[in-house]
């Protein structure tokens, strides 16, 4: 099986020249943080996508959860901020242990609260995006 390299970018990475990124032929594909946690969007996200969409490097959004608010709360501000830029690729969401933010792991992650918050937003999902997703 062939591997694919790509990179994940937000609002950190400041300005990309996306000509050098296409030219070094090494990305095959770009994901770009839209959101974070309810309520904060990354004010790189749009320009990023216009600029991979111009070069054609493949281009998808992912959000950065927070264990702080609920998945479906999230689901919905990520699923609104992305309409109109989603993209080629699926959208993604990034899970981390930075996501806890100083929660106490075991009332954050308890089993069915984390289960529900993943796959809660389901159907919601593909209504908006018309696309499955993967975990």
Same mark, same amino acid.
């Given at each position: ?21 296409? %030219? ?25 996508? %216009? ?25 919905? %501000? ?38 529900? %918050? ?18």
């Amino acid at each position: 099986m062939a591997l694919t390299h790509g990179i994940d970018i937000s609002q950190f990475q400041q300005k990309i020249d996306w000509e050098k990124v296409k %030219d070094s032929g090494k990305v095959e594909f770009v994901y770009a943080r839209a959101t974070e946690g309810l309520g904060f969007i990354d004010g790189s996200y749009r320009s990023f996508h %216009d600029g991979a969409k111009l070069v054609g490097i493949p281009f998808g959004a992912y959000h950065f959860f927070s264990f702080r608010d609920t998945g479906i709360s999230q689901a919905y %501000d990520f699923l609104t901020t992305i309409n109109g830029y989603q993209g080629q690729l699926l959208p993604m969401v990034d899970i981390e242990q930075i996501s806890l933010h100083g929660l106490d792991i075991s009332a954050a992650c308890s089993e069915n609260s984390f289960l529900h %918050d993943l796959h809660g937003p389901r159907i919601l999902e593909r209504s908006k995006t018309g696309r499955r997703r993967r975990i």
